[in-house]
């Protein structure tokens, strides 16, 4: 009778096993750099199996007790994020105008200690195509605390290739950015980021950004303040273990709107005061009005989203006509509190074509 029911178990046993190590290949499959297990647990809870954030945050506070809910990350009593800029330029040889702007008013506006301009292009990086003049150049000489780093774009990520060439130097600028705030820390700044005013009282937080836009649970990763080794951050980064090569956002702003929902405490979110207006709404700098200075830190200007629109061809000679918040922005900067001259009739009719006709016709179809 015995030996009949351990004959019984024998197949279940059996099945058991099998399934254990079916489950442990696919896991080792799908995350080829064989993460540590602090992060496996991490994966496994949160990313691959429950969104509870009990287990989450259980986890954590019993792994390494770095990551206690009853920590006391802000201090506003001391500045915990350097008062250090940080810029990444990967593959690209042409700085533009609106760069030059934009890199002169975190210096004027911001006013950070130093600014740390992160390329792969070479420290002899002019930022001309050739064709153009060079406005990195003229940055170089303007600001006095503008250093070059040269840095390798990374090609994978825990041993995850980042291969998708669509993505590939938005992913590459991500892993750099969370990679050099964990070491240093300090101010990540997309390179055609707007400075409105100093960010001193942002400074007091373990890590800062603002949403990726209403409604969604994202956060922004074109304005990030962070100090370094963040709890936040370092959660972030482990999160990297799943990273997706043909997702444009999962790792850098869906990752970091999830984890900010788990552990709200180790998070500053500053609504619509880094980010504005949000990735969706960009064109309201070229066809609307609003007050861009109150309540502002910073703008983002989204160069690349609507690179069609003509902005390319905004010059320091045609830059008196731009009549926008985009032209509001850029000449706030450029004449420093000066009057620009009038455009005229005539300068307005051959100023931008494109971007006149781009004007026109967005504002026939809203």
């Known amino acids: 009778m015995v030996g009949r029911n351990n004959m019984g178990l024998r197949p279940t046993l059996i099945l058991i096993l099998a399934l254990g190590l079916f489950i442990t290949g696919c896991l080792f499959y799908f995350y080829p750099n064989k993460p540590s297990e602090r992060q496996i647990r991490f994966i496994k809870r949160i990313f691959v199996g429950s969104n509870d954030s009990k287990e989450a945050k259980t ?3 019993n792994t390494d007790g770095n990551h206690k809910e009853s920590d006391t990350i802000t201090s506003h009593n001391s500045k915990l994020v350097p008062n250090v800029v940080h810029q990444i330029w990967l593959h690209r040889k042409k700085f533009d105008f609106i760069h030059f ?9 911001i006013r950070p200690d130093i600014i740390y301009f992160h390329t792969n292009m070479g420290l002899n990086f002019t930022g001309s195509d050739g064709k153009s003049k060079s406005w990195f150049l003229l940055a170089r000489k303007k600001i006095p605390i503008l250093v070059l780093k040269e840095v390798v774009a990374p090609e994978t990520v825990f041993n995850i290739s980042i291969s998708n060439p669509n993505y590939r130097a938005s992913h590459q600028t991500d892993v750099l950015r969370f ?23 942002l400074r007091g937080h373990d890590y800062t950004a603002d949403r990726g836009a209403p409604g969604e649970d994202r956060l922004s990763s074109g304005v990030i303040l ?17 990273y997706k090569p043909d997702c444009w956002a999962c790792s850098c702003c869906e990752v970091p709107g999830k984890l900010s929902a788990m552990f709200p405490h180790l998070v500053n979110i500053v ?3 880094l ?30 989203m609507y690179e069609d629109e003509g902005n390319e061809n905004i010059t320091p000679e045609n830059i008196h006509c731009v009549d926008s918040v985009l032209g509001q922005i850029l000449k706030s900067i450029y004449f420093e509190g000066e009057t620009p001259t009038s455009c005229s009739v005539a300068e307005r009719a051959k100023l931008i074509p494109k971007f006149v006709a781009h004007q026109k ?3 026939k179809s809203h």
């Open 271 to 273: 609504d619509d005061a």
């Open 101 to 109: 702007l934009c890199i002169i008013s975190v210096y004027k506006n």
């Open 179 to 201: 990679r050099i705030l964990l070491e240093h820390g300090g101010i990540y700044l997309d390179s055609d980021v707007f400075g409105i005013r100093p960010l001193d009282e």
């Open 275 to 304: 980010i504005y207006p949000k990735w969706m709404d960009c064109r309201k700098q070229f066809y609307s009005n609003y007050d861009w200075r109150t309540g502002n830190y910073t703008i983002h200007i989204w160069l690349r």
């Open 59 to 61: 986890i954590y506070s």
């Open 226 to 242: 962070a100090k370094s080794n963040s709890k936040f951050l370092s959660m972030i980064y482990d999160s990297y273990a799943t």
């Open 361 to 363: 016709k967005f504002l």
